[in-house]
């Protein structure tokens, strides 16, 4: 094993390839990507990540990301395969992070602990700071590892199974592209091409069975998109009719000449949010926000404006579901970059019945838009016809130097620091520690003075806006936030409960939640020395929780919000310089003066 980690070393440092390449690694590797796609929907906008381990054919464990801040894909594989781990090989479709997580450990010290003789790697890590980290760590202890685009040819018979780890995080790559999230133009039309019939009625165009797929692909997207006109016709729900993860349903309207009850501005169900042109219809933006409505205004309401927004609100991928007047100037102004297309066996006719896409203003037929990558699937009755208008961009080819530049904005997203200001939001970013969902668990005690353990600062602080009020279902979303799997499980609980049930929420609710984030925040810092002394070390620079819609805890958009979790973080980092000799230790009493 030494001999062979010397031998593997010497190789990885001359980047000789090493012909381990079996026969069963395409397949193995495919799977990784497909059970990375269990994560989608689930962990964004974090990479969707799968591993399995395996020994020749036989896979011994397998594990998938299931959401921000739970145990890694790695760490479930690892664990499963337990003594069948020795000598055997892991695949991956995206390089693991660095970081390590208190509750669960490290992703790459798994895989280094587990007596691995190889990594197969997909795709390199798109953020610049995390790409390459992991690989040199594995190379450096021993470990062959191979890297699609580098030891493993594109072209060759690894081409499906790369291409499938590019897919399942395309919104991610699009997103460091682009500076726009990764969108999807979808439609339902028949045979003759008509979304509807002349008379506008389109329920429905596509079998129950498309309309399935249609549910699902909404479930792994953070925002679906309509315009006026959809509204008016069809009054849809933009829901996916399950359980999971619900897309904030947007929709686009310059006159704002909406119905005044209209299914979607039910957002008990799911959040909705206006798009509109600056000052229109003010009474009715008012009648909007009295429902619990978004209004967002816009000095000119485009699809690319609509676009750039979306990116700084963090959305990863949209589901463009408009009808053929919104999609034209979607797809003329660059922001689609995949088509699906139902299509239904069926003729209804009409000359003023409308098509997906309206004016293109493209006058011969050599300047059409040609689809990549096209896929057909039979849905059903239905043909499901899907599409590339712009290829996936490509961030293995590391010396390519616009992928650089892609890579670079997508580093851009999150971690622009320029002192003395540090950003924070996500966990696997520089200072994702401080975030609110990163793995630390915390003890504190109950109303009773019984110590309990939380997962993280999110599950402790969404669990209290139910705690102590007398009601048995009160306890129960207590119980199921507390028991939930991970941090953004527990937030989408805790947000959707007391927004279903604001009955449920404790009636000092308003005034008691920075007292809990602040007793929650101690616990966190007061039980971890290194993260202590990570929050020390940023003495002198501003903290600043870079949540895009977030305008209490974050800064917002434009940094509009009011912070106060940065804050928080600063005040209690002020009384962790100002312990003795400026430096607190693990025994500093700092939940002790709490209020
Ligand atoms: N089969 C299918 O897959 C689908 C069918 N349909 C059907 O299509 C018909 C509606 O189609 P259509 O009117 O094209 O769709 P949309 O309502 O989806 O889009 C048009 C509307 O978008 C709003 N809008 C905002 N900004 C812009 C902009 N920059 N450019 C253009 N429009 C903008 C306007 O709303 P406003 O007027 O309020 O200002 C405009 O009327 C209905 O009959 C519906 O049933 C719709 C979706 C899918
Ligand atoms: N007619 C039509 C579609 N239309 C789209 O679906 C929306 C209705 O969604 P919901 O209210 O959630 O059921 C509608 O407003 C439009 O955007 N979609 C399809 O897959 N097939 C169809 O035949």
């Given at each position: 094993m030494q001999v062979q980690g010397v031998f593997m070393r010497a190789c990885a440092a001359a980047r000789v390839p090493i012909t381990c390449i079996s026969e069963e690694d395409p397949q193995h590797l495919l799977r990784a990507a497909e059970l990375a796609g269990a994560s989608a929907g689930k962990s964004a906008p974090h990479p969707n990540v799968g591993c399995v381990i395996a020994q020749g054919i036989q896979v011994v464990g397998e594990g998938f990301l299931y959401g921000q801040g739970t145990r890694s894909a790695e760490i479930q594989a690892v664990s499963r395969a337990g003594e069948f781990s020795k000598g055997a090989t892991a695949y991956l479709n995206l390089e693991p992070e660095v970081y390590h997580s208190q509750a669960y450990g490290s992703a790459v010290h798994a895989l280094k602990e587990a007596g691995l003789a190889r990594v197969v790697v997909g795709?390199?890590?798109?953020?610049?700071?995390?790409?390459?980290?992991?690989?040199?760590?594995?190379?450096?202890?021993?470990?062959?590892?191979?890297v699609g685009g580098e030891e493993l040819n594109t072209e060759g018979i690894f081409k499906e199974a790369l291409r499938a780890c590019q897919v399942v995080n395309a919104p991610l790559l699009y997103r460091a592209a682009y500076k726009i999230p990764f969108s999807i133009l979808k439609f339902a039309m028949t045979l003759d091409g008509k979304i509807a019939s002349s008379t506008g009625h389109a329920?429905?165009?596509?079998?129950?069975?498309?309309?399935?797929?249609?549910?699902?692909?909404?479930?792994?997207?953070?925002?679906?998109?309509?315009?006026?006109?959809?509204?008016?016709?069809?009054?849809?729900?933009?829901?996916?009719?399950?359980?999971?993860?619900?897309?904030?349903?947007?929709?686009?309207?310059?006159?704002?000449r909406l119905p005044e009850n209209a299914n979607l501005w039910d957002v008990s169900i799911a959040q909705t949010i206006v798009m509109t042109q600056r000052g229109v219809r003010k009474d009715f933006q008012t009648l909007l926000a009295s429902r619990g409505v978004e209004v967002v205004e816009f000095d000119f309401l485009t699809p690319r404006a609509v676009m750039e927004y979306c990116y700084h609100r963090g959305f990863l991928s949209v589901l463009w579901e408009c009808g053929g007047m919104l999609s034209a100037p979607a797809i003329s102004s660059g922001v689609i970059h995949k088509v699906m297309a139902f299509v239904a066996p069926k003729i209804i006719g009409g000359s003023a019945a409308p098509s997906p896409v309206g004016e293109l203003g493209m006058v011969e037929m050599?300047?059409?838009?040609?689809?990549?990558?096209?896929?057909?699937?039979?849905?059903?009755?239905?043909?499901?016809?899907?599409?590339?208008?712009?290829?996936?961009?490509?961030?293995?080819?590391s010396v390519s130097p616009a992928v650089e530049a892609a890579t670079s904005l997508l580093d851009n997203l999150s971690s622009s620091k320029q002192p003395p200001v540090i950003s924070f939001y996500k966990t696997w970013d520089p200072y994702g520690e401080f975030s609110n969902f990163f793995?630390?668990?915390?003890?504190?005690?109950?109303?009773?003075?019984?110590?309990?353990?939380?997962?993280?600062v999110e599950q402790y602080y969404q669990a209290q806006k139910f705690e102590g009020v007398e009601d048995p279902l009160a306890e129960a979303c207590v119980r199921n936030i507390k028991e939930a799997e991970g941090p953004e499980e527990a937030a989408q609980l805790g947000r959707s409960l007391a927004r279903q049930r604001p009955d449920l929420v404790r009636p000092d609710w308003e005034?008691?939640?920075?007292?809990?984030?602040?007793?929650?925040?101690?616990?966190?810092?007061?039980?971890?020395?290194?993260?202590?002394?990570?929050?020390?070390?940023?003495?002198?620079?501003?903290?600043?929780?870079?949540?895009?819609?977030?305008?209490?805890?974050?800064?917002?958009?434009?940094?509009?919000?009011?912070?106060?979790?940065?804050?928080?973080?600063?005040?209690?980092?002020?009384?962790?310089?100002?312990?003795?000799?400026?430096?607190?230790?693990?025994?500093?009493?700092?939940?002790?003066?709490?209020?």
């Open positions: 795709l390199r890590h798109p953020l610049q700071h995390l790409r390459g980290r992991a690989i040199d760590t594995l190379r450096s202890s021993g470990i062959c590892v191979e329920a429905w165009v596509s079998s129950e069975l498309s309309r399935e797929r249609v549910f699902s692909t909404r479930a792994v997207s953070d925002a679906v998109i309509v315009g006026g006109n959809t509204v008016r016709r069809d009054n849809p729900r933009l829901t996916t009719r399950h359980r999971g993860h619900l897309p904030v349903r947007i929709v686009m309207s310059r006159c704002l050599n300047q059409a838009l040609k689809l990549s990558d096209v896929t057909f699937e039979q849905i059903g009755p239905d043909m499901l016809i899907s599409g590339y208008v712009h290829p996936i961009p490509n961030v293995n080819q793995p630390h668990a915390i003890s504190l005690s109950d109303r009773n003075g019984k110590v309990l353990v939380w997962k993280s005034s008691a939640k920075v007292i809990v984030m602040e007793k929650a925040l101690c616990a966190k810092f007061s039980s971890d020395p290194e993260l202590q002394m990570l929050l020390k070390s940023t003495d002198g620079a501003v903290l600043i929780e870079a949540s895009p819609h977030d305008l209490f805890w974050g800064a917002g958009r434009n940094g509009a919000g009011q912070n106060n979790l940065g804050c928080l973080l600063m005040k209690l980092r002020s009384r962790l310089l100002s312990g003795p000799n400026g430096s607190a230790s693990r025994s500093t009493p700092l939940t002790a003066s709490l209020p």
